[in-house]
């Protein structure tokens, strides 16, 4: 696997490609995502081929939005299956990558720990000292897309979105648990009315 090649192929086609009006799904995110993998992945003890696999789907992952944002997970895995194997990725690899991409779509349902490691990287910002800004990029996101109309709609849809979430890896939840339930309390902290 040429993997650096291939990082810095996925790098320039997203930072050319991705839409302007994605305020959270940026270049960025797809950074943050690449090293809390990382670093799940090393505390997690994934063998280095597993660790390469995990980190060229968190490249990717997002991909699809250089496509549109509908169903932007396969189009993420078609974009990984065209160009991969230019870069030495075999099927076998790609069908991996794949499967994490998928697992990262909402609701999360991993089937193995790579897939819980991208799901647990994938929003490892709900519980860091970051949480807020990263989640205005979002709110700012999801209004630009009609997702939600005001501050306090958003802040409902948090709260609900927090309680179903769950980190799957033992390394996330000891990394992140309790932060994600301080920003839980501050979140409903703003909520007004009903």
């Known amino acids: 696997m040429q993997f650096e090649q291939a990082k810095s192929f996925i ?9 302007g009006y994605l305020s959270y799904h940026t270049i ?3 950074l943050d995502v690449y090293g809390a993998a990382e670093t799940l992945g090393r505390m997690e003890n994934l063998t280095e081929n597993e660790l390469l696999l995990l980190l060229t789907a968190a490249l990717f992952h997002d991909a699809g939005f250089t496509i549109g944002l509908k169903e932007h997970e396969e189009s993420s895995c078609v974009i990984a ?5 230019g870069y030495g990725y075999s099927d076998a690899d790609i069908e991996k990558i794949s499967g994490m991409i998928m697992a990262t779509k909402l609701p999360q349902l991993p089937k193995n720990l790579s897939e819980q490691i991208i799901c647990d990287a994938d ?3 709900l519980g860091r000292d970051d949480f807020f800004p990263i989640s205005d990029s979002l709110y700012r996101e999801f209004l630009f897309t009609a997702v939600v109309s005001n ?3 958003w802040n409902k849809l948090q709260v609900t979105f927090f309680e179903k979430h769950q980190y799957f890896t033992a390394s996330a939840i000891k990394l992140r648990q309790q932060k994600k339930e301080d920003n839980l309390r501050s979140i409903k902290s703003k909520i007004t009315g009903n």
């Not at 790098?11 to 839409?19: I, W, Y």
């Not at 299956?81 to 194997?85: F, G």
């Open 81 to 85: 299956a065209r160009y991969l194997p």
């Open 11 to 19: 790098l320039d086609k997203l930072t050319k490609e991705l839409p």
């Open 28 to 30: 960025d995110h797809v």
């Open 151 to 153: 501050e306090n709609d």
């Open 123 to 125: 929003l490892d910002y």
